[in-house]
């Protein structure tokens, strides 16, 4: 039974709180904490897997007390409950928070919310990988693109569209915009899954603070790993994704489901980045087993750290909120068949884009081949040879961004 603990200083809110999740005593233990000071107390002698607190609290607001947690139990998904007039803090707080509400929040909203987070944890089991992936603020982007994302912003005649562009370059920098667009916070009314909307919907404005003041972009080094080439990766990673929408609007995929193929194809590999940031040494032996041994990725992988990227990316992913379709399509994209539900979505054609691409490439295999058991069961196994045709299409015309 998963454990979640509730914090906010109003005892009306509390018991208001108690009251619309009773319908859960079933699957969830609960316990209701009137302070930060409170909460601190209870996770000393009590593990929780969801944590979800107000932002405005007197004595330690919901900022010190998610960013305490974060420090002390990285592991605990970190929910804040705010308004719009909390903005300010909330800006300096987002490498705390996996996910913002909006007061006043539905019963039907927060259920979701956690059951979705309580859901993810099953997904990865591993206490040292979720507590890495937990505590991750930001994934790190190219030196090139962070550079050219920095000088535009700091231009006096900078522009959302260049903005947009830059952000939809880059795959960390598309993840932790998406993150933050898609949270209840904005008050965005639809989810969003292309950067260059979602620049244009937060404003110039919005991402110079979280830009320049709060630095939600990362620059790092990355690790050098033998056989793992970053600037390879994220090519791939945009060709997949030009490579995945061409085929979705080819297929009659309507206009968000084509952003959505999108997204998840460029983002497909994001564990790739985890990984090999979070656990250098263990992925240089991944990366030397693909090699010398001819092993696919995903079971290197497997053999070395016990769990796939494609598995950390996507519990990553749908930590932050990412769409459920964007999310299935990052995790089950080498093993489409072991999806819960076999239909046609953005899975299959990021599934089959990546594996087409990989096909061409050099660098980063070997991979494995198209799941064709899984097309055939949608009828569309005799669609491949065309899908090939808008690659070598794509490879034609030189095509290299959306």
């Known amino acids: 039974?998963?454990?979640?603990?509730?914090?906010?200083?109003?005892?009306?809110?509390?018991?208001?709180?108690?009251?619309?999740?009773?319908?859960?005593?079933?699957?969830?233990?609960?316990?209701?904490?009137?302070?930060?000071?409170?909460?601190?107390?209870?996770?000393?002698?009590?593990?929780?897997?969801?944590v979800v607190s107000d932002i405005r609290m007197p004595d330690m607001d919901g900022v010190q007390l998610l960013t305490e947690i974060k420090k002390l139990y990285p592991h605990m998904v970190r929910i804040a409950l705010s308004g719009q007039s909390d903005q300010e803090m909330i800006l300096k707080s987002v490498g705390s928070i996996h996910q913002f509400l909006a007061k006043p929040c539905d019963a039907d909203t927060l259920k979701a919310v956690v059951k979705r987070s309580c859901t993810l944890q099953n997904l990865l089991s591993d206490t040292t990988l979720i507590q890495l992936v937990s505590?991750?603020?930001?994934?790190?982007?190219?030196?090139?693109?962070?550079?050219?994302?920095?000088?535009?912003?700091?231009?006096?005649?900078?522009?959302?569209?260049?903005?947009?562009?830059?952000?939809?370059?880059?795959?960390?920098?598309?993840?932790k915009i998406?993150?933050?667009?898609?949270?209840a916070f904005f008050g965005i009314?639809?989810?969003?899954?292309?950067?260059?909307?979602?620049?244009?919907?937060?404003?110039?404005?919005?991402?110079?603070?979280?830009?320049?003041?709060?630095?939600?972009?990362?620059?790092?080094?990355?690790?050098?790993?033998?056989?793992?080439?970053?600037?390879?990766?994220?090519?791939?990673?945009?060709?997949?994704?030009?490579?995945?929408k061409k085929i979705a609007v080819v297929e009659k995929f309507d206009s968000k489901a084509v952003d959505d193929v999108f997204m998840a194809g460029l983002l497909h590999d994001v564990g790739i980045l985890i990984l090999a940031s979070g656990f250098p040494a263990e992925y240089h032996e991944v990366m030397r087993l693909t090699v010398s041994e001819a092993s696919p990725i995903v079971k290197a992988e497997k053999q070395v750290l016990g769990r796939t990227h494609a598995e950390v990316g996507g519990y990553l992913m749908g930590l932050w909120g990412l769409s459920d379709s964007i999310v299935e399509a990052i995790y089950f994209h080498h093993f489409p068949s072991e999806c819960p539900e076999i239909r046609l979505s953005p899975l299959t054609m990021v599934h089959a884009a990546n594996e087409i691409e990989a096909r061409?490439?050099?660098?980063?295999?070997?991979?494995?081949?198209?799941?064709?058991?899984?097309?055939?069961?949608?009828?569309?196994?005799?669609?491949?040879?065309?899908?090939?045709?808008?690659?070598?299409d794509i490879k034609q015309k030189g095509e290299n961004r959306e």
Request: no cysteine; charged share 25%; aromatic share 6%.
């Open 135 to 175: 505590r991750l603020e930001s994934l790190p982007s190219l030196p090139s693109l962070y550079l050219e994302i920095m000088e535009e912003l700091k231009s006096p005649r900078s522009s959302l569209a260049r903005v947009g562009n830059i952000i939809s370059k880059d795959i960390g920098m598309t993840a």
């Open 178 to 183: 998406l993150q933050l667009v898609n949270s």
């Open 189 to 244: 009314p639809q989810h969003v899954s292309n950067p260059a909307q979602a620049a244009t919907l937060l404003g110039i404005d919005t991402i110079k603070a979280l830009v320049l003041s709060v630095h939600i972009f990362q620059q790092s080094d990355l690790p050098t790993i033998e056989n793992l080439d970053y600037e390879i990766l994220w090519q791939h990673s945009t060709f997949t994704s030009i490579l995945a």
């Open 360 to 392: 061409k490439s050099k660098d980063i295999k070997p991979e494995l081949n198209i799941d064709m058991e899984y097309l055939a069961k949608l009828g569309i196994a005799d669609r491949v040879p065309a899908w090939r045709e808008i690659r070598d």
């Open 1 to 50: 039974m998963k454990k979640i603990l509730f914090v906010d200083d109003n005892p009306d809110m509390l018991r208001s709180l108690r009251r619309m999740l009773r319908v859960m005593r079933s699957e969830w233990e609960m316990e209701f904490a009137g302070s930060g000071r409170e909460a601190l107390e209870l996770l000393e002698k009590e593990s929780y897997d969801v």
